[in-house]
């Protein structure tokens, strides 16, 4: 019985010692520097608002912000913007994912004139392409539409007779 008991013993150890050896291979070791930029972790809790966003439309992370102060060895103290005035600005580094700069991630913006709804006029600027959609028993011309604030990959296809020249 005592053999049966050791036997046991021994085999959840071992089994223990794969475990261990599995998840230390996995693991990385992460350490920030004070001005590091980093992107947080934001957690999905079902039907809560949190950083402005609800559930599907969330994003993974939010960021980057930079880091303040190191407070211990696995915590940071973040600069975070005045709109987040509610979430205390100390994470722990499993919070944390290394932001990396690229010069894409400028993103330069003109300045939008608001109506109170919080909506702008978008104004065609200029017509890229026509075409005749052909249906069954009509034939609908159609143009392709470049908008005041948005990119070419943007431009939509709209009724011919609806838009300017």
Not at 67 to 87: F, K, M, Q, S, T
Not at 101 to 112: A, G, S
Not at 136 to 161: C, D, F, M, S, Y
């Amino acid at each position: 019985m005592v053999e049966q008991v050791d036997l046991i013993k021994r085999r959840i150890k071992e089994a223990q010692d794969r475990q261990k050896l599995y998840a230390d291979r996995r693991r990385t070791y992460l350490q920030f520097n004070v001005g590091d930029h980093v992107f947080l972790k934001i957690s999905p809790s079902k039907g809560v608002t949190r950083f402005g966003k609800r559930e599907k439309l969330r994003p993974k992370f939010i960021g980057p912000f930079e880091i303040l102060e190191r407070i211990g060895h696995v915590a940071y103290r973040l600069a975070l913007p005045p709109n987040l005035p509610d979430v205390h600005d100390v994470f722990h580094i499993s919070m944390l994912r290394k932001y990396v700069y690229d010069p894409k991630h400028v993103v330069r913006y003109d300045e939008v004139v608001l109506n109170y709804d919080l909506s702008y006029e978008k104004k065609p600027v200029k017509i890229l392409g026509r075409k005749v959609q052909v249906l069954r028993n009509k034939e609908i011309p159609i143009v392709k539409v470049l908008w005041n604030r948005h990119g070419q990959e943007e431009a939509t296809w709209e009724l011919e007779e609806k838009n300017v020249s």
